[in-house]
């Protein structure tokens, strides 16, 4: 990190708010593998550079609400589950506002991924699909197996 991760938390009656400084920072993808399932098995290897701008989450009354942009580039990723090294770049954005939306693209590689989603009530709800370049479909057929539900090349990612 260039600067510290600055973070703002205030208990409230019946709710909590966190503000996150405007920053960039930058972690090796295999501490993903900390945080449980999927991660632990897919054992991702890359590069995370998050940028935050404006980003506020406030809990009240059962309700969350964010504000503000949150960018996480995953580069030069690979995966113990694929040959492949790396698979590829992508970007996963959260856009706060009156409904948040959650966005997830491809930079780059042969692991292709997309998808979009958006929070209802307190529910994350996201629709994607993952798919390999015709000449490195055999390298990632473990992978899209595992990523989600296969429909011919394509793997279809649904949460909520």
Known sequence: MAAPLQARIEARWGGARLVLADGQSQFPASLLSGLGTPWNTLQPQGQLALQTQGVEAV??????VLAGTAQLDAR???????????????????????????????????????????????????????????????????LLNIIGRRNGARSIITVG
Do not use: I, K
Request: net charge positive; no cysteine; charged share 15%.
């Open 59 to 64: 809990w009240a009354a059962g309700r969350l």
């Open 76 to 142: 030069a990723m690979s995966s113990r589950l694929s040959t492949l090294r790396p698979m590829g770049s992508y970007r996963l954005v959260l856009q706060g506002g009156e409904v948040p939306t959650l966005t997830l693209s491809t930079l780059d590689g042969h692991l292709q991924l997309s998808g979009s989603g958006q929070w209802v009530g307190q529910r994350l709800r996201f629709a994607g699909e993952a798919s390999a370049t015709p000449e490195r479909e055999a390298a990632l057929a473990n």
